[in-house]
C-alpha cells in the first residue's frame, strides 16, 4: 500500500512496473517528505529494475510537475471548489501529473487522461478517479479560459521567494529570473586542459561560453557515452559553478584547499591549474565520489574527511575556495525541487553555518593569502551580507574586486563592490546558467 504521506509501494515480484506510478511516488517523495528529487530517484526502489530508457522517462514526468508546480496548481486552484483533502494528497499528485502531460508535455489529450485515470486505481485512490476525470477533462476544454486568467512567469516563483528576489534584483529581473526556470539547462562541461578547448568543441558539437565552458544543447542519452568521458578530458560543471574557482588566479605549485568540496568539480579545476589540492567535506561518502572523479580524470587530490568549521591544517594554506552550504536557489534550473523545498527558516539556519565556515577559513589562510567564498544561492543574507559582517569582524582581510576580464567580459555579472552575481537570466540567449555569488577576499596581516 501507498501512504498518504508519499512513500513508496513495495513493487510484487514479477510485476510490471508502470513507470506512472513511480512519477507519482518520487513527486510524493519530494514535495511531502520534503526529500530532494535527486535522493528520492536514486533510492526508489522500483526503478532499480528498469532499464534506462524508462528510467529517463520517469525522470522526465517527475521533473515536468516539479518544474511547473506553481503553473499547475494554480490551474487546479481554478477549477476545484475547495482544497483537496489531505487524504486524498496522492490524488493530487495524479492530477498534477496528468496537467503536466496535457499543458507542459503536450501528450495527446486522449492518452494523457487516460493513462491518468488508470493511475487512481492503480495508487488505491480509486474513489478519486471521477474527480481526477472530469478535472482533466474541463482542462481539455477550458484551456484557454482558464489560462488567460494566470500570470505564469508569478506563480512559477513561492511568494516568499518572489518577495525576496524583487527586494534585491526588482520586478523585471526577478521575471526573466523565473520565466528562464521554464526550461531545462543544457548539459555543461569543463575540460581539463583549455588548450583544446575549439578541438572538444567541435568532437562534442558544443557552444564554447565566454565564461569558457562547453555547452551541449543536444544531448540526450548518456554522459558517460560522450566523446571524452572515458578519456576523462572534461567532466559536467554548469558554466555558473565553474566560475568561482578560477578567481583565485594562478595557483600552480601553491597550497589550496577546497571546502566542502563534494562532488569535486572545483577540486578537478584547482588540480587541473596545477594546485596541491586539499578536498575536505564532512561526508565521506561524498568524499568517495570526488576520488572516484578525480580518478576519472586522471588527476590527483588529497582528500580529508571532516567538519571545515573544526578542520585545523598542518600548515596554513596559499589559497582557500569556500563553497558553502547553502539554500541552492540558484541551481533551480537543473534542480526544479528546490524551489517547493526551501522555506525561509531555512535560509535563517544556513547563514549561522556559513558564518562559521567563513570564521575556520580565516584561521587556515596564510598572510597574503587568497581566499574565495562562494554560495549557489540568489539570496542576499547568503552571499553580500554575510562578506560584509565577515569583513567587519576581521580587519586582517580586504575585498579584492573582482575584474570583468576574469569572466568573459561579462560585466553584467560584477556588481558594484567588485563581487561576482550570476543570474539564471544571464546568457539567456545561449540557455543561461546558475545563479551564483562569490567574493574573493586577501589576508593582509
Known amino acids: 500500500m501507498r501512504s498518504e504521506s508519499g512513500g513508496q509501494r513495495k513493487p510484487r515480484p514479477g510485476a510490471e512496473v508502470n513507470p506512472r506510478v513511480l512519477a507519482v511516488e518520487v513527486i510524493g517523495q519530494v514535495l511531502r517528505r520534503r ?21 529517463a522517462f520517469v525522470r522526465a514526468l517527475a521533473s515536468a510537475v516539479l518544474r511547473h508546480l506553481g503553473y499547475i496548481d494554480a490551474v487546479i486552484a481554478k477549477l476545484v471548489r475547495e482544497p483537496i483533502k489531505a487524504r486524498d494528497a496522492v490524488a ?13 508535455l503536450e501528450t495527446p489529450p486522449h492518452a494523457a487522461v487516460s493513462a491518468t485515470v488508470a493511475l487512481t486505481v492503480a495508487l488505491n485512490m480509486a474513489h478519486m478517479t ?30 516568499w521567494l518572489w518577495k525576496s528576489w524583487v527586494g534585491t534584483y526588482g520586478e523585471p529581473t526577478t521575471q526573466a529570473i523565473a520565466a528562464s526556470l521554464r526550461g531545462e539547462a543544457a548539459l555543461d562541461l569543463t575540460l581539463k586542459d583549455p588548450a583544446t578547448t575549439d578541438e572538444w568543441a567541435q568532437k562534442l558539437g558544443a557552444v564554447v561560453l565566454p565564461t569558457g565552458s562547453l555547452r551541449v544543447h543536444d544531448n540526450h542519452g548518456r554522459i558517460d557515452a560522450l566523446p571524452g568521458f572515458h578519456e576523462g578530458a572534461w567532466w559536467v560543471q554548469d558554466a555558473g559553478a565553474a566560475m568561482p574557482a578560477k578567481l583565485l588566479g594562478p595557483v600552480t605549485g601553491m597550497r589550496v584547499a577546497d571546502l566542502c568540496a563534494a562532488p569535486g568539480g572545483k577540486t578537478m579545476q584547482l588540480s587541473a591549474a596545477g594546485a596541491k589540492v586539499t578536498a575536505l567535506d564532512r561526508s565521506a561518502g561524498r568524499l568517495r565520489r570526488v576520488s572516484e572523479n578525480l580518478s576519472r580524470v586522471g588527476l590527483v587530490a588529497e582528500t580529508v574527511a571532516d567538519d571545515a568549521a573544526f578542520y585545523r591544517p598542518p ?8 563553497d558553502a552550504p547553502c539554500s541552492a536557489t540558484g541551481t533551480a534550473r537543473r534542480h526544479p525541487d528546490v524551489l517547493w523545498l526551501k522555506q525561509q527558516g531555512d535560509i535563517d539556519a544556513m547563514v549561522l553555518a556559513q558564518d562559521r565556515l567563513l570564521d575556520a577559513a580565516a584561521r587556515m589562510l596564510t598572510t597574503g593569502g587568497t581566499l574565495v567564498y562562494c554560495v549557489c544561492s540568489l539570496e542576499e543574507e547568503e552571499g553580500p551580507e554575510r562578506i560584509t559582517r565577515f569583513l567587519a569582524r576581521d580587519r586582517r582581510f580586504i575585498r579584492v574586486p573582482i575584474r570583468a576580464a576574469e569572466v568573459g567580459g561579462l560585466t553584467e555579472m560584477i556588481t558594484s563592490q567588485g563581487d561576482l552575481r ?3 537570466s544571464h546568457l539567456a540567449e545561449l540557455g543561461g546558467i546558475d545563479g551564483f555569488y562569490a567574493a574573493r577576499l586577501r589576508r593582509v596581516s
Open 35 to 55: 526529500r530532494p528529487l535527486d535522493d528520492a530517484f536514486a533510492t526508489h526502489q522500483g526503478l532499480r529494475g528498469l532499464d534506462a530508457r524508462d528510467r
Open 92 to 104: 493530487e499528485d495524479i492530477l498534477r501529473l496528468g496537467i503536466a502531460q496535457l499543458l507542459v
Open 130 to 159: 471521477g474527480f481526477v476525470n472530469a478535472l482533466l477533462r474541463r482542462v481539455i476544454d477550458e484551456r484557454e479560459t482558464v489560462l488567460a486568467e494566470i500570470d505564469r512567469t508569478r506563480v512559477a516563483i513561492p511568494d
Open 315 to 322: 600548515r596554513p594554506f596559499d589559497a582557500i575556495l569556500l
Open 422 to 424: 550570476t543570474l539564471p
